[in-house]
Each structure stands twice: as C-alpha cells, then as structure tokens.
C-alpha cells in the first residue's frame, strides 16, 4: 500500500511509524483511517517486527484528532450516515482494536487532543516531551465525549478523566501532570524524544517476539475479565507462550550476563 498520511519504516525489528500531516496539525482523515487498518494488520502479520514506535510530524500536535474540516466534504466522511450501520471511525486508528499485540512504544509531542487517544489508550508505553499537553474538547463544542474518556480511563484514575473531559478547551494536562496520573512513563526534552522511544522499542525488539506478543496480549485481553477468569486465561497464555518464548532464546546464556536495569 503506498501510504499519503503516515510514514513506515521496518529496520531492524522495530516499525517506525510517522502521522505525516503537520499541516493540519497531524489530525486524521478518511485516508488515514483506511491506512491504519491497512498498517496494523501488516504489522500484526510481519514476524519480522517485533515492535513499533508511533509518532507524529515535528509541529505543534501529535495530533488533534479529526479533521473536521475535510471530513466534512463529500466522500470524505468517516461515520456512515445510517446510524444502524455506523461504527466507531477510531477502531481503525488502535493496535489492539485490529488485534495486533506487537508493543507500541507511543512518542507524544505538542498537542494530543480528542481523536489522538485513539491511539494513545491503545499503546503499551507512551512517553512525552516536555511540551505535551493532553485535552478533550469535544464538551466545548457541544459533542457528547465518551469514546475517547472511556478508553482513557483504563489508563488514567477517574477523576482525572472526568475533569478532563468535562473541562475541555479550558483546561490542559500537561507532561508532569501526565507523568503524575500514570497517562505517560517518563517526560523528556523535545530533542530527546524520538531517541528515546526508538532506543526502548529496540530493547522490547531484542527480546523474544513470542514471549513480548504473548504478555501484550495476555494483559490487554485481561481487562475484558473478572480477575478470577482473567488470571486462569493468563495461565493459558503461559503454557501456549512459554515453549515457544524459551526456544526463541539461550536463557542460560543470558543468566551469566548480568546487566543493569533503570526505569527512568
């Protein structure tokens, strides 16, 4: 597929994956939808990538969303008119929503508004530079917000949700505050970020696919469960996984090589 709106490159096991539309502040269209889905069932059937770093053209935003001007126009519009038929747009933006469980290393900047937490509630480590900001404003503009804040809540306590979501344009969260409610794992310079991302999807990329895929999806299909079956699935999980991920690697030789691990 040769894609308009997002930039992939595969090396080395890692796919780096670039929202490429700064002018219009990298917000999605009908195109962009389309050549996600294409994306993440390429990626979730390429064994040669064992994990993805998502990102978004140098500007202001990571992404704002929608873009509601073009989606406007005829043909390009993202929810179908009948509403029997109408489906969520933004379930072909997610990973997991189109069952791709290679971990995605999610590198914010700028804005991240409405829309972007489609992809955002959908990846497995998101980090952010120091000039990220995270908002809803669908409330200010009359829009009942539900799709996004629901998918945030699964990464962000309640309260924190809600006033983000009822406050809309009036209010930002920024990158400490982000840090703060466990929204994102670390916060860095602008100039540092992409480094960063691509150096933590290439340490995940080193490690067993088999092993990585299978915990991915293991505890992301968890929280469709009560615990109690959840944990039973997961033992599941483990005896499937396990022969592979240990054959996919020397354990033995690992053990003698002792290294040193910092979360930062």
Do not use: S
């Given at each position: 597929m040769q894609f308009e709106t997002i930039i992939v490159d595969k090396s080395g096991h890692v796919?780096?994956?670039t929202i490429n539309r700064p002018d219009a502040l990298n917000s999605f269209t009908k195109t962009m939808l389309?050549?996600?889905?294409?994306?993440?069932k390429d990626i979730a059937e390429d064994d040669s990538v064992h994990a993805v770093v998502l990102r978004a053209a140098p500007g202001r935003a990571f992404s704002t969303g929608a873009d509601?001007?073009?989606?406007?126009?005829?043909?390009?519009?993202?929810m179908h008119?009948?509403?029997?038929?109408?489906?969520?747009?933004?379930?072909?933006?997610?990973?997991?929503?189109?069952?791709?469980w290679k971990p995605v290393i999610t590198a914010v900047h700028g804005m991240a508004a409405?829309?972007?937490?489609?992809?955002?509630?959908e990846s497995d480590i998101i980090i952010a530079s120091e000039d990220a900001t995270f908002f809803d404003p669908h409330v200010t503009y009359g829009l009942t917000a539900a799709l996004e804040p629901i998918g945030a809540t699964y990464r962000m306590p309640l309260g924190d949700v809600l006033r983000m979501a009822l406050l809309g344009n009036d209010e930002r969260i920024s990158a400490a505050s982000a840090l703060r409610m466990g929204l994102v794992s670390e916060v860095l310079p602008l100039d540092q970020l992409w480094a960063r991302a691509d150096e933590l999807a290439r340490t995940i990329a080193a490690k067993p696919p088999a092993a990585t895929q299978g915990t991915v999806r293991a505890i992301w299909e968890s929280l469709d469960l009560p615990r109690t079956?959840?944990?039973q699935v997961g033992l599941?999980?483990?005896?499937?996984?396990?022969?592979?991920?240990?054959a996919q690697v020397d354990r033995f030789d690992i053990m003698g090589k002792p290294k040193k691990y910092e979360i930062r």
């Open positions: 796919a780096t994956v389309e050549e996600f889905e294409f994306l993440w509601v001007k073009l989606t406007r126009e005829p043909g390009q519009e993202i008119d009948n509403v029997w038929t109408a489906e969520d747009p933004g379930d072909k933006l997610g990973p997991k929503a189109n069952r791709c409405g829309g972007a937490f489609y992809w955002i509630n079956m959840a944990l599941k999980y483990c005896q499937i996984g396990n022969p592979i991920g240990t």
